[in-house]
C-alpha cells in the first residue's frame, strides 16, 4: 500500500544519467519543465514526449517503476482537469445544464493533463537518478551566489537533504504503525470520509511522536560530531564536471534549440 | 483444537524491481495449540515478515496458512477475526501508543471488535492487570509512563483482544535485565494459567531456553532447524555459522565435557546445568572413595 509511492524515490540502476554530475540533472528538470510550458502546439509536445522517453530508455529504470509513481497525482490530475474542462469560458460545444464545455476548455484541459503528467515523470526521473544526498550537492552548489545575499545557502541544502532523507523512514515507519493499529482491529480502508478520518488518529499521532523524537536524536547527534553549520566545512567528494556532463548539456542547448526553432517556424 | 499451518509460502518484497527481495522460500511449519515457541534468527532471516503473515497482515505470494483448519487466504475467511485471535505484539510496541489515557489506549482494540462497553472494561483491567500494572495508571496519559511501562500498556492493548495465539517480536529489546525478567515471567504465566499459545521472537538464547517447548531458528527466509531446545543447542557450531550461538551453559558444559567431566552437554538452562553438574561431581566424589576403600 504504502510502498506503492514511488516520487522521489531514487532508484539503483547503472546507467550514464545515474552517473551524470547532479547539477545536469537540475538544469536539465528545470529546463524541461521550463519547455513543457513554453509550447503552444502539439508538435512541441512530440518533441517533449520524445526527450523524456529516450531519457527514460538511457535511464535503465524500468517504465512500470515510474508509471507507478503517476498513481500518487491521479486525484490532483483530476481536479485540475475537471475544473478547466467546465470552468472555461469560450465558443460552446457541449451544454446540460449548468454544466458547460468549451472548445478552449478542451484544448486547456488537454495541455494542462500533458503538462502536469509530464511535469512529474521528468521531476521524478531526476530523483529516480539521482542520490538524495548528490541532489542536495547540486543544489547547494547552483545556489551558491545567492550566498552573497544571505541566503542561508548551506542550511537550506542541509534541511532538504535531511527532509529527502527522512521520507523512507516515515514510510516504512507509517506502515508500521499501520500493521500495528490494524493488528489490534484497526480499519483505515472502510467507512465514510469522517470515519476514515478519524480512523487516521491512532496512525498520525504515533508517526507525529516517533518523527519529533527522530529529529531530536539527530539533531543531538550532529551536535555531539560538533556541526555548526556551512561555515569552513568542505566536501569529502565535492562536485567536478566531467566529460559526459559538458556532452551532457550541449543535448539540452540542442533541446533549447529545438524548441525555440518549433516555436517560431511552425505555428 | 486450534492449530496453524503453515503450507508452502513464499513472499517476495517488491517483486520486479531493483529492491526485490525473496523474504520468505517454502515455509512448512506447524504450531499446536498452547505451544510456547521460540523463533529466532539472524537479523533478516524472515521472522518478522514470516510473523506478519500469521495474523494476515502481509498476504504470501504463494502458498497459504490454515488457521483451525480453514484458509486464511479463502475470499471469505473473517480477517478481522483472525487478528483477534492471532495478537501480534510489534518490536517497540510503546511506539504504537496514541491515546489521551492508558485505558483508552488498552480499550482500542476491544472497541474495535465491537463488544458491549462492560466487555470492553472488563477486558482492559484485566489486560492492564495481566501485564503486572496497577489500576491507578488508567487515568495517565501513556506518554508520561516510563519505557517498560509503556511498553506493558503497549502489550495489555493487544491482550485486551483476548487473543487465542500471542506473537510477541522481541518483547524485550531495550529492557533493563529487571524489566526484561518481569515481561518473560508474565508471558510465562500467561502460557501457564491462560492455556494461550505464545511465539516469542528473540536475539537471546538463554531467554529461548528458559522458557520455550520448541525451537524454531530461521536463516535467510527459510527453517533451519525446528525441534526442542535442547535438540536445536546440540548443533551450536551450525548456529554460530548462520550469526547465532547458543546458551552460555551450553558451551559451558561442552567444554566441561571436553576436561573428561562426563556432564551432558546437551542442557540448555543454568538450573538443569547446575544439577548436572553437582550429578557429575558427586559421581566422581563416590567412585573416588570406593577406589580409596577398597
Known amino acids: 500500500m504504502i510502498r506503492d509511492i514511488t516520487i522521489g524515490q531514487y532508484y539503483p540502476a547503472d546507467s550514464i544519467l545515474h552517473r551524470l554530475d547532479p547539477r545536469v540533472k537540475l538544469a536539465g528538470t528545470i529546463i524541461y519543465i521550463i519547455s513543457l510550458f513554453m509550447f503552444h502546439n502539439y508538435y512541441g509536445y512530440i518533441l517533449a514526449v520524445i526527450f523524456l522517453f529516450s531519457m527514460i530508455q538511457i535511464s535503465k529504470v524500468p517504465m512500470k517503476f515510474i508509471v507507478k509513481g503517476l498513481k500518487a497525482i491521479i486525484p490532483l490530475l483530476l481536479f485540475a482537469v475537471i475544473f478547466n474542462l467546465f470552468l472555461t469560458p469560450g465558443t460552446l460545444v457541449f451544454q446540460l445544464g449548468f454544466i458547460k464545455i468549451t472548445e478552449e476548455g478542451i484544448k486547456t484541459t488537454v495541455f494542462m493533463g500533458i503538462r502536469l503528467v509530464f511535469l512529474i515523470l521528468g521531476s521524478s526521473l531526476m530523483t529516480f537518478t539521482t542520490t538524495p544526498n548528490h541532489l542536495t550537492d547540486g543544489l547547494e552548489r547552483l545556489m551558491g551566489p545567492l550566498r552573497k545575499i544571505k541566503v542561508p545557502v548551506h542550511e537550506i541544502s542541509m534541511m532538504m537533504s535531511i527532509a529527502l532523507r527522512f521520507i523512507p523512514i516515515l514510510m516504512e515507519e507509517t506502515d508500521k504503525i499501520m500493521k500495528a493499529q490494524m493488528a489490534r482491529g484497526a480499519d483505515f480502508e472502510s467507512g465514510g470520509l469522517i470515519k476514515r478520518a478519524r480512523s487516521l488518529i491512532p496512525l498520525l499521532v504515533p508517526l507525529f511522536v516517533s518523527a519529533f523524537r527522530r529529529a531530536n536524536d539527530l539533531a543531538m547527534a550532529m551536535e555531539a560530531r560538533c556541526y555548526r553549520g556551512g561555515e569552513g566545512r568542505t566536501k569529502m567528494k565535492p562536485l567536478k564536471y566531467r566529460t559526459r556532463d559538458m556532452l551532457a548539456y550541449l543535448v539540452l542547448i540542442i533541446y533549447v534549440a529545438a524548441i525555440f526553432l518549433l516555436n517560431s517556424y511552425i505555428a | ?294
Open chain 2, 1 to 294: 483444537m486450534s492449530s496453524i499451518i503453515v503450507d508452502q509460502l513464499n513472499y517476495v518484497y517488491s517483486p520486479g524491481t531493483a529492491y526485490e527481495k525473496h523474504a520468505l522460500k517454502d515455509i512448512n511449519l506447524v504450531i499446536n495449540d498452547g505451544e510456547y515457541i521460540g523463533l529466532i534468527g539472524h537479523t533478516g532471516s524472515g521472522k518478522s515478515t514470516l510473523i506478519q503473515h500469521l495474523n494476515g497482515l502481509i498476504k504470501a505470494t504463494a502458498g497459504t496458512i490454515y488457521y483451525n483448519g480453514e484458509d486464511i487466504y479463502d475470499k471469505n475467511y473473517n480477517m478481522k477475526g483472525l487478528r483477534s485471535k492471532v495478537g501480534l505484539v510489534f518490536q517497540y510496541p510503546e511506539h504504537q501508543l496514541f491515546e489521551t489515557t492508558v485505558y483508552k489506549d488498552v480499550s482500542f482494540g476491544p472497541k474495535n471488535l465491537g463488544l458491549e462497553q462492560l466487555e470492553i472494561d472488563l477486558r482492559t483491567y484485566e489486560a492492564v492487570k495481566m501485564v503486572g500494572l496497577g489500576d491507578d495508571i488508567l487515568d495517565a496519559s501513556p506518554f508520561e509512563l516510563s519505557g517498560g511501562q509503556k511498553r506493558r500498556v503497549a502489550i495489555a492493548g493487544v491482550l485486551a483482544m483476548k487473543p487465542e495465539v500471542l506473537i510477541l517480536d522481541e518483547p524485550t529489546a531495550g529492557l533493563d535485565p529487571k524489566g526484561r525478567d518481569e515481561i518473560l515471567e508474565q508471558i510465562a504465566k500467561l502460557h501457564r494459567d491462560s492455556k494461550i499459545t505464545i511465539i516469542l521472537v528473540s536475539h537471546s538464547m538463554e531467554d529461548v531456553a528458559k522458557y520455550a517447548d520448541r525451537l524454531i531458528v530461521m536463516n535467510k527466509g527459510g527453517i533451519v532447524y525446528n525441534g526442542m531446545p535442547h535438540e536445536v543447542f546440540v548443533h551450536y557450531k551450525e548456529l554460530e555459522k548462520i550469526g547465532l550461538a547458543a546458551p552460555q551453559v551450553t558451551y559451558v558444559m561442552n567444554e566441561l565435557n571436553n576436561m573428561g567431566f562426563s556432564v551432558n552437554p546437551s542442557v540448555t538452562t543454568v538450573e538443569e546445568a547446575t544439577e548436572e553438574v553437582v550429578r557429575a561431581l558427586s559421581q566422581t566424589y563416590t567412585s573416588r572413595r570406593k577406589i580409596k576403600n577398597d
